[in-house]
Antibody, heavy 116, light 111 residues
Framework: QVQLVQSGAEVKKPGASVKVSCKAS????????INWVRQATGQGLEWMGW????????GYAQKFQGRVTMTRNTSISTAYMELSSLRSEDTAVYYC?????????WGQGTLVTVSS | QSVLTQPPSVSAAPGQKVTISCSGS????????VSWYQQLPGTAPKLLIY???KRPSGIPDRFSGSKSGTSATLGITGLQTGDEADYYC????????????FGTGTKVTVL
């Protein structure tokens, strides 16, 4: 069965970077784009960007341009999302998701807390 | 601040019907397919409707979607306590460097 398993919670100081991983299993990793979506506590969903694991091509939301980098390691079927210059407003649960046509699979979410 | 506007909340008694609107523009809803997601408390979102009005396998036909112009609507009939959740519309927006956008979200309460 398709699974996306994310790395554990992180606590970071303002100005630092965080790298969240998303390990895929149950399907051919390079066949589907991976999206990253975040959600601050009590707030709505916010799309951050996508990555094609086959080509490595990416597309980022304008808000995160210059601060986010999405990469992958195809040998271990893992996607990564790195966010730099963290500020308190980046405190949120970060999800990876495979959404294509009628199917969607989401990671369990990774809580990133930014606090001094 | 999302470019897709939804009502913050809707409510109805069990068995009744609710509709949730999602208002956008020609750069998003007007020219792209709309999806709807359900997010139960403490869980990841789940796809309810895709391509405006199609239901993934396993989604009951109590859930329906429609689109007209630059707005979309999610309908839930035969409301159940298990439907109490947050609902989000989503679509691509060509004016924002081809970004995906979610609606502001709607909390459905079963009275």
């Amino acid at each position: 069965q398709v699974q996306l398993v994310q790395s554990g919670a992180e606590v970071k100081k303002p100005g630092a970077s965080v790298k969240v991983s998303c390990k895929a299993s149950g399907y051919t990793f390079t066949s589907y784009d991976i999206n990253w979506v975040r959600q601050a506590t009590g707030q709505g969903l916010e799309w951050m960007g996508w990555m094609n694991p086959n080509s490595g091509n990416t597309g980022y939301a304008q808000k995160f341009q210059g601060r986010v980098t999405m990469t992958r390691n195809t040998s271990i079927s893992t996607a990564y999302m790195e966010l730099s210059s963290l500020r308190s407003e980046d405190t949120a649960v970060y999800y990876c998701a495979r959404i294509y046509d009628s199917e969607d699979y989401w990671g369990q979410g990774t809580l990133v807390t930014v606090s001094s | 601040q999302s470019v897709l506007t939804q009502p913050p909340s809707v409510s109805a008694a069990p068995g009744q019907k609710v509709t949730i609107s999602c208002s956008g523009s020609s750069s998003n809803i007007g020219n792209n397919y709309v999806s709807w997601y359900q997010q139960l408390p403490g869980t990841a979102p789940k796809l309810l409707i895709y391509d405006n009005n199609k239901r993934p396998s396993g989604i009951p036909d109590r859930f329906s979607g429609s689109k007209s112009g630059t707005s979309a609507t999610l309908g839930i009939t035969g409301l159940q306590t298990g439907d109490e959740a947050d609902y989000y519309c989503g679509t691509w927006d060509s004016s924002l460097s081809a970004s995906y956008v979610f609606g502001t979200g709607t909390k459905v309460t079963v009275l």
